[in-house]
């Protein structure tokens, strides 16, 4: 069983920043794709950003510029830096592992954590 666990989130105030961190563990494995995706309530949950094993990352287009994504391959760990922050980036936050592949391949998730841009 993989557990992921977020933390980071809290209150910031438009044009700040804040970092949230991601940890998964469980039985010895080696997740492809470390992402984080958010959502708020009446909207679908939505990628944010993620990177592959290899370094390759994907950006939201909302998010170009602002986010950087990063993560530790041997620690399965991984981080989102969000800067210039807008009340539009509300949302709770989840991060993800995707482990295995082929017919065996899952994605764990995170319980999520929340992020409130606000004045």
């Known amino acids: 069983q993989v557990q992921v666990v977020e933390s980071g989130g809290g209150l910031v105030q438009p044009g700040g920043s804040l970092k949230l961190s991601c940890a998964a563990s469980?039985?010895?494995?080696?997740?492809?794709?470390m992402g984080w995706y958010r959502q708020t309530p009446g909207k679908e949950r939505e990628l944010v950003a993620q990177?592959?094993?290899?370094?390759?990352?994907d950006y939201a287009d909302s998010v170009k510029g602002r986010f950087t994504i990063g993560r530790d391959n041997d620690k399965n760990t991984a981080y989102l830096q969000m800067n210039s922050l807008k009340p539009d980036d509300t949302a709770v936050y989840y991060c993800t592992a995707d482990i295995g592949s082929g017919p065996l391949a899952f994605r764990a998730w995170g319980q999520g954590t929340r992020v409130t841009v606000s004045a």
């Open positions: 469980g039985r010895p494995f080696s997740a492809n794709v």
């Open positions: 990177m592959f094993s290899d370094g390759r990352i």
